[in-house]
């Protein structure tokens, strides 16, 4: 029997990468293919070390970190505001590895769910973006992706 859980991930994964891909910016897409990747990775893993939620899940772990660094930089660099909300439920992700690793006592279906639910908020961020997106596209004409990082820009004399 599939998890009910696992179904509303595949359907939402589905529908935001092609979304993003389709309508969004380039932020969007590259979000998404993070998250391609991040799915990707954990999937290789489940068959070489399957989590057995007893102990760190090395594959999902280095997943959420591929996570955290993609939408770490994109919340650096692009003008959007999602990256930095993908970025914060990518920490969550972490804390739940932190706190396996610490040997915290927690229940292993408490562990699948600390590190599993924030991706579902990162997939909602991203279609979101591509709202945001498709609203300043209409109000302005265009929407600049990518910030313009200058030192004169703040007023410096160097």
Same mark, same amino acid.
């Given at each position: 029997m599939t998890n009910p859980l696992q179904i509303a991930f595949f359907l939402l994964l589905a529908l935001a990468v092609p979304v993003a891909v389709w309508k969004g910016g380039t932020p969007e897409r590259f979000g998404a293919a993070a998250i391609l990747f991040m799915w990707g990775l954990q999937s290789v893993g489940d068959r070489i070390l399957p989590s057995g939620w007893t102990s760190v899940d090395t594959f999902s772990f280095l997943s959420d970190v591929t996570g955290f660094? &993609?939408?770490?930089?994109? +919340? #650096?660099? !692009?003008?959007?505001?999602?990256p930095l909300w993908a970025t914060s439920l990518q920490i969550l992700s972490l804390s739940a590895?932190?706190?396996?690793?610490?040997?915290?006592?927690?229940?292993?279906?408490?562990?699948?769910?600390?590190?599993? &639910?924030?991706?579902?908020? +990162? #997939?909602? !961020?991203?279609?979101?973006?591509?709202?945001?997106?498709l609203r300043r596209l209409r109000r302005d004409g265009s929407d600049p992706a990518w910030q313009i990082w200058c030192r004169f820009a703040a007023g410096s004399n160097r």
């Amino acid at each position: 029997m599939t998890n009910p859980l696992q179904i509303a991930f595949f359907l939402l994964l589905a529908l935001a990468v092609p979304v993003a891909v389709w309508k969004g910016g380039t932020p969007e897409r590259f979000g998404a293919a993070a998250i391609l990747f991040m799915w990707g990775l954990q999937s290789v893993g489940d068959r070489i070390l399957p989590s057995g939620w007893t102990s760190v899940d090395t594959f999902s772990f280095l997943s959420d970190v591929t996570g955290f660094l &993609a939408f770490g930089y994109l +919340a #650096l660099e !692009a003008r959007r505001i999602w990256p930095l909300w993908a970025t914060s439920l990518q920490i969550l992700s972490l804390s739940a590895h932190f706190a396996r690793w610490a040997d915290i006592t927690i229940h292993p279906m408490v562990y699948a769910v600390m590190r599993g &639910a924030p991706t579902f908020g +990162a #997939l909602i !961020a991203i279609l979101l973006g591509v709202l945001f997106h498709l609203r300043r596209l209409r109000r302005d004409g265009s929407d600049p992706a990518w910030q313009i990082w200058c030192r004169f820009a703040a007023g410096s004399n160097r």
